[in-house]
């Protein structure tokens, strides 16, 4: 799996973006898509995943102002992020990988080109 990703940039706190993750090749060993975040110094944490039949999953942070979606026809992930805090700050990563049945996002080793989002306070 190849991805790609698209967006980011810099936004005033309470701003808005958009991120996109455009996806090709094989398919076979992942059901789900996810964005990471990595800020400087911290580890990269998952933001939101969805599986391939459009379940998500969410970090508490982001619930209610980030949306996953994605469009299986056009093999894309994208995530809307609204009310943006200071806090958001970081290099965004899409990723390809496994949602378990338990809910719990596994990423496998498809990783797109980070792109980074600042927010200003």
């Known amino acids: 799996v190849q991805l790609q990703a698209y967006g980011g940039g810099l936004v005033q706190a309470g701003g808005s973006l958009r991120l996109s993750c455009a996806a090709s090749?094989?398919?076979?060993?992942?059901?789900?898509m996810g964005w990471f975040r990595q800020a400087p110094g911290k580890q990269r944490e998952l933001v939101a995943g969805?599986?391939?039949?459009?379940?998500?999953l969410y970090r508490d942070s982001v619930k209610g102002r980030f949306t996953i979606s994605r469009d299986n026809a056009k093999n894309t992930v994208s995530l809307q992020m609204n009310s943006l805090k200071p806090e958001d700050t970081a290099v965004y990563y899409c990723?390809?990988?496994?949602?378990?049945?338990?809910?719990?996002?596994?990423?496998?080793?498809?990783w797109g080109q980070g792109t980074e989002i600042t927010v200003s306070s």
């Open positions: 969805i599986t391939n039949i459009g379940g998500t």
């Open positions: 990723n390809a990988g496994i949602m378990a049945p338990s809910g719990t996002y596994i990423p496998g080793n498809y």
């Open positions: 090749g094989s398919f076979s060993s992942v059901n789900a």
